[in-house]
Nanobody, 125 residues
Framework: QVQLVESGGGLVQAGGSLRLSCAAS????????MGWFRQIPGKEREFVAA????????WLADSVKGRFTISRDSAKNTVYLQMNSLKPDDTAVYYC??????????????????WGQGTQVTVSS
């Protein structure tokens, strides 16, 4: 069992930055790839970023490449999403997810094993 708790969301002006954190509990965190997704009302959950269980591999959606960075701190059982140069289109509820050891497991929502409750990010123009 893995429990995930996101934090760090809020209201920011376009061009600003936020760092989301996802604190994980459970003994299997270090063996799981982790991902971030986002969702706006009426739309499907969208992949944003993923990091492998080792932390050595990362994947980013094209829409956030060059602006967002994903990382993990195994000592703290925490995954981070650093978001820079934010745009109004980045406004969404952001969810942390835990998958299996291979990074592909956290690229599709249906393949993820555990989810956090979400944190709202609002970017004003």
């Amino acid at each position: 069992q893995v429990q995930l708790v996101e934090s760090g969301g809020g209201l920011v002006q376009a061009g600003g930055s936020l760092r989301l954190s996802c604190a994980a509990s459970g003994r299997t965190f270090s063996s799981r790839s982790m991902g971030w997704f986002r969702q706006i009302p009426g739309k499907e959950r969208e992949f944003v970023a993923a990091v492998s269980s080792s932390g050595l591999s990362t994947w980013l959606a094209d829409s956030v490449k060059g602006r967002f960075t994903i990382s993990r701190d195994s000592a703290k059982n925490t995954v981070y999403l650093q978001m820079n140069s934010l745009k109004p289109d980045d406004t969404a509820v952001y969810y942390c997810a835990a998958g299996k050891p291979f990074i592909e497991s956290v690229q599709q929502p249906r393949a993820c094993d555990y989810w956090g409750q979400g944190t709202q990010v609002t970017v004003s123009s």
